[in-house]
């Protein structure tokens, strides 16, 4: 039957919330909880991309059949719940086999373009699986590929999706079918002009969401997961990190692209250009409530939330001529320029730069910005410094630049700790200082008692 669905809500649904039957069944009741949820996205099985990267990687034949097996197992497990197991174990048999003979191609001969067609095997399978968990619940449900919309340029592991063309495909290709039945798609994964199987990046699962709630005009994008909404900071850090109820999608962003995990950093930005509010929750426990971020929200607060991103290295570039060198900071960035490394931080002093390079959450391994062409072109014109081990702390907030008090409120509390960098000015809303990784989730827990309980 044909219907017309004048409020489309987009519902995500991520790694745990579909780890397993009884997460995909807690899941499923959620989606048909909601009339107004017409797309479910899905993330791969709680596991099973970090299995798929390492099989992309290249792994010798006894290590390879060994993932192969664990994965076999978690989707096995999930079909030995259905009442109808024969047409999908064949199906998952099929995509099981592709994920062989690609990791033996894996194990020859690595490429970003295997990798990506390797890895969308994850969300292939637990939205197949995810259709048969709603058709027992005799909901008319049907599985879409979301490479039919999710357009991208051909950055592989990383790829740009191409918001004009998704519009477009989404209008040809998902409108009309959404009006016919409940439709279930992976998120994470998409195509490029050539139709070759790309991917967003790690978490890129609530992007695809985002993106498709975009190309649909949603009126809101559900995002569920393993934590009841967006917390004062990591709730796996600080127990006592309180949710919020209301943020804004800037703040949401700043978050986001500081290492808070719950949402993937692009996630806002179609949000923000549609107006789409996204929600936050928990799908193992809805009944806590969650956490809506919309375009504004009220009474914003000095401080919002502590994040952390880890892990990173800081790279010291010192100009060889011992009196202030004129163009060094200009030379050096046309270096790293042309070396395609985005920037994340940076601070400078006369004579030496401090820079933090993008770490990039890319599934292929070959996107490592610190290459050893960029190093052997900067220590032919600098000396070079690499010190590793950090992590970056970062204060998300409002008008931190406008008042007094800020640096005293944060500093004093780490009176005890080895601060490696600051940056401070350049954004209102951020201040980020670089902690030796040992000492960095103490410092939050300090910062945390301090400014937020
Ligand atoms: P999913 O698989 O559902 O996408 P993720 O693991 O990507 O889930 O994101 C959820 C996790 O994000 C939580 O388990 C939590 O540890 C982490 N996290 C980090 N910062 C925050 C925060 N400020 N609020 C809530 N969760 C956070
Ligand atoms: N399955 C992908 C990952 O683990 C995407 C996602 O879960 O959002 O990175
Ligand atoms: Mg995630």
Known sequence: MTRIYPQIVVAKFGGT???????????????????????????????????????????????????????????????SHLKQQDAIRQEIDHLLENISQLALSAADERSAA???????????????????????????????????VIRTNSEFGCA??????????????????????????????????????TTLGRGGSDYSAALFGEALHATRVDIWTDVAGIY????????????????????????????????????MLPAMRKDIPVFV????????????????????????????????????????NTQPACGFLAE????????????????????????????????????DTLTTSLLTELSSRCRVELETGLDLVTLIGNELTQVSGVCKDVFTELDKHHVRMICHGASDHTLCFLLPAESSDSAIKTLHRSLFE
């Open 17 to 79: 919330s579909v780890a397993d039957y009884d997460a995909m069944n807690r899941s499923a009741t959620l989606v048909l909880a909601d009339d107004a949820v017409r797309l479910v996205v899905l993330s791969a099985s709680a596991g099973v991309t970090n299995l798929l990267v390492e099989l992309a990687a290249g792994l010798e034949s006894h290590e390879r059949l060994d993932k192969i097996d664990t994965l076999r197992a978690i989707q096995y497990n999930i079909i």
């Open 114 to 148: 295997l990798s990506d067609a390797l890895v969308s095997h994850g969300e292939l399978m637990s939205t197949l699986l995810f259709v048969e968990v709603l058709r027992e619940r005799h909901v008319e449900t049907q599985w879409f590929d979301a490479r039919k």
């Open 160 to 197: 740009e999706p191409q918001v004009a063309s998704i519009e477009d495909l989404a209008e040809k290709q998902l409108r009309p079918r959404i009006e016919q039945a409940l439709l279930v798609t992976q998120g994470f994964i998409g195509s490029d002009a050539k139709g070759q199987t």
């Open 232 to 267: 004062t900071t990591d709730p796996r850090i600080v127990p006592q990190a309180q949710r919020m109820d209301r943020v804004s999608f800037s703040e949401a962003s700043e978050m986001a692209t500081f290492g808070a995990k719950v949402l993937h950093p692009a996630t």
């Open 281 to 320: 929750g928990s799908s193992k426990n809805p009944a806590a409530g969650g956490t809506l971020v919309c375009r504004h929200a009220e009474n914003p607060p000095r401080y919002r939330a502590l994040a952390i991103r880890r892990k990173l290295t800081l790279l010291k570039l010192h100009s060889l």
């Open 332 to 367: 050096m960035f046309a270096v790293l320029s042309r070396h395609n490394t985005s920037l994340d931080l940076v601070t400078t002093s006369e004579t030496s730069i401090a820079l933090i390079l993008n770490s990039s959450s890319a599934t292929s391994g070959d996107a």
